[in-house]
């Protein structure tokens, strides 16, 4: 199977938008799978081509100089456990060190709230390295949520911060 990885890329939501919808389990119902679009349009996106259609992605939010999050990812059902993920997940990663990021981590379902497809998602993430930070009960209105981090990279950034960080950080 002849898979390649592009991006960053930018505005290529419309590509990613079957991808999400044929996978419910993770992504709900067509409002829900509109919201990711939305947001997936602005964001970097690494797409994985399949003899030219998309069969999985991975857009990132970057949040400050020192971190990023996997904001969403998803690979076509019928494609799972063939190495795509890895694939997006590792140039993603590769990309995010070349800018300086130190750490990408991601939220997703909690492990207090049994779901079964969701368990997998964590396996996936925990076997490309991604550790649990903490599981946060208020954050999201309906559902636990699990932070996972990963360290990508020692930081090259100055060592101390600058003003406007540290007032961000106690607000
Ligand atoms: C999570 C997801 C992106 C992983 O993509 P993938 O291409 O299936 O994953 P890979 O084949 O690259 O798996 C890499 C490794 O992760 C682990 N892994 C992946 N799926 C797993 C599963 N179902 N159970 C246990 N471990 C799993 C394995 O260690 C695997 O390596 P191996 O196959 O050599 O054992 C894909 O399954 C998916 O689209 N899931 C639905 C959407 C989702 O959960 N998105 C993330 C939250 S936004």
Known sequence: MSIQIRGPLFGVASRCEPVLAA???WFGNDSSVQAYVRTIDALPTFI????????GFLAIKQQNPYAAEIYVTAVRCELHRRGIGRR????????????GIEYAY??????SR???PCERTRRFYFALGYRP???LKRLWANDPCLIMVKRLADGT?????????????NE
């Open 114 to 116: 049994e779901y079964e």
């Open 106 to 111: 991601l939220k997703t379902l909690g492990p």
């Open 157 to 169: 950034a100055p060592a101390r911060m600058t003003n406007d960080e540290a007032r961000m950080s």
């Open 48 to 55: 994985a081509e399949y003899d030219g259609q998309c069969a």
């Open 88 to 99: 997006l997940l590792t140039a993603a990663e590769d990309w995010m060190r070349s800018t």
């Open 23 to 25: 996978l419910p389990d």
């Open 133 to 135: 930070l903490e599981e």
